[in-house]
Nanobody, 123 residues
Framework: QVQLVESGGGLVQAGGSLRLSCAASGRTFSTYAMGWFRQAPGKEREFVGSIRGYGGYTYYEDSVKGRFAISRDNAKNVVYLQMNSLKPEDTAVYYC????????????????WGQGTQVTVSS
């Protein structure tokens, strides 16, 4: 069982930056790939990126490549989403999720979810 808690969301102007954190419970954190998803009002939850349990390998949706970066600290059971050059279209609730498939892009491929944190980018 893994419990996830996101933090770090807020209101930021376009072009600004935010860093989201996702704290995980459980001793098996490092065995899970961690994904970030987002969901805007009226839209489906969409994949943002993921990171392997070990080695730091990352995988991103095209729309955030070069702007967002995912990292993790397995000693602290935390995964981060650094978001730079934010755009109004990045406004959404952001979720972290734990799963066993590093290349998973579908929410159904992840087993555990946080409650989400709101990110609002003003123009």
């Amino acid at each position: 069982q893994v419990q996830l808690v996101e933090s770090g969301g807020g209101l930021v102007q376009a072009g600004g930056s935010l860093r989201l954190s996702c704290a995980a419970s459980g001793r098996t954190f490092s065995t899970y790939a961690m994904g970030w998803f987002r969901q805007a009002p009226g839209k489906e939850r969409e994949f943002v990126g993921s990171i392997r349990g070990y080695g730091g390998y990352t995988y991103y949706e095209d729309s955030v490549k070069g702007r967002f970066a995912i990292s993790r600290d397995n000693a602290k059971n935390v995964v981060y989403l650094q978001m730079n050059s934010l755009k109004p279209e990045d406004t959404a609730v952001y979720y972290c999720a734990a799963g066993l498939n590093f290349y998973g892009r579908e929410p159904s491929q992840y087993d555990y979810w946080g409650q989400g944190t709101q990110v609002t980018v003003s123009s």
